[in-house]
């Protein structure tokens, strides 16, 4: 029985998706719920699964063709068994064998390996995949690289931060060998977003940015005494995003204007808090969306986090998990940034900024003493937010880092 592989129904903000990659060729034996295709949107990666077991017989739109929601992509024969040319079998002795398991030549590849090997000159019958049915993860190439012996070409570990929902990643750097080389690389439907989104905050938007900083040694003794505890209780590490997210939570309720948006002529109050943050993944910075954080716990924010930076490793995140949000928190001090603008993401009226923590010398009390700084950053949109309301706030967020017995007291 023949089988229509179509793109899957996308949200009513995406209009079109483009074929990012075929993982089988016509002819190929798969199994349900493998892999056939990946579509990529302006957010994620859509992975297009194997409706049964069978053999794919046609390929309908290639890749970087544009396609549109439940647009035909190929057709698959359910119950059918692909057979070798050169195995010598006869498709009725094909029959009564179990289908093969697609292995490192039929396994699918991520679509940050694939670009790993292309840069290094790999191909995935090099290298053995540890991912489910073969699957080749980037960390796979890496460690063919490693074992090889070779330099690997990788991509720049540097991203800048931004407020959109996803920051590309850096390309992989040009080698330099006297040859006045270039490369003209198509941009991908993501970074055209992003630019798109980027140069509409910096229009639309009346953006200014207030500053502050934060002493982060309270915060880091109450991490160092009560981690063991944390981690034994709920299974997970105590980290210091949870406690900004909770801050910041606190200062939403006290400013709703922070928590605002603008729609035409009306602004947006929010009755909930709804906190997108940053994670990394092979693709640049995603920015999924903490639910109800007033409701949530410090553990329940930081599984959350924990298994958001782990679905976007693997491309997993979901529309759902990208959409909407109140406010952003976007930490560059994983990279190392000690000072940065963020910029803001519509209809969301601010974004805090977090930075490197870093020792420097501060007058506590009269006496100048070395404590572990962090400098904050608040952009914000000046049409709906007052320049006194927005340092205000960003203060509240230090006190209560200053002081995360509040956040704990609710006082």
Known sequence: MSTEIKVPVLPESVADATILAWQKKPGDPVRRD????????????????????????????????????????????????????????????????????????????????RQLMAENNLSADQISGSGKNGRISKADVQAHIGSSGATPVVPSASAGLTSAPAAAQAPAPMPFAGDR????????????????????????????????????????????????????????????MSIFVKAATEALKRFPDINASLDGDDVVYHG????????????????????????????????????????????????????????????????????????????????????????????????????PMMYLALSYDHRIIDGQGAVTFLKTIKELVEEPAKILLDI
């Open 34 to 113: 493998e892999v056939l295709v990946e579509v990529e949107t302006d957010k994620v990666v859509l992975e297009v699964p194997a409706p049964a077991d069978g053999v794919l017989t046609s390929i309908v739109a290639d890749e970087g063709a544009v396609v549109t929601a439940q647009e035909l992509l190929g057709t698959l024969e359910e119950g059918a068994v692909a057979v070798q040319a050169d195995s010598g079998a006869t498709a009725a002795e094909a029959s009564n064998e179990p289908m093969a398991e697609t292995g490192t030549t039929g396994g699918a590849t991520s679509p940050s390996a």
């Open 272 to 371: 909930f808090c709804d906190i997108g943050i940053a994670v990394s993944s092979d693709r640049g910075l995603v920015v999924p969306i903490l639910r109800d954080t007033e409701n949530l716990s410090l553990a329940n924010i930081e599984t959350q986090i924990g298994e958001y930076a782990g679905r976007a490793k693997e491309g997993k995140l979901g529309m759902d998990d990208l959409t909407g949000g109140t406010f952003t928190i976007t930490n560059g001090g994983v990279f190392g940034s000690l000072m940065s603008t963020p910029i803001l993401n519509p209809p969301q009226s601010a974004i805090l900024g977090m930075h490197t923590i870093q020792d420097r010398p501060v007058a506590i009390n009269g006496e100048v003493v070395i404590r």
């Open 181 to 240: 080389t270039e490369r003209r690389v198509p941009m991908s439907r993501l970074r055209a977003r992003i630019a798109e989104r980027l140069l509409h905050a910096s229009q639309s938007t009346a953006m200014l940015t207030t500053f502050n900083e934060v002493d982060m040694q309270p915060m880091k003794d109450l991490r160092s005494e009560y981690k063991d505890q944390f981690e034994k209780a709920h299974g997970v590490r105590l980290g210091f």
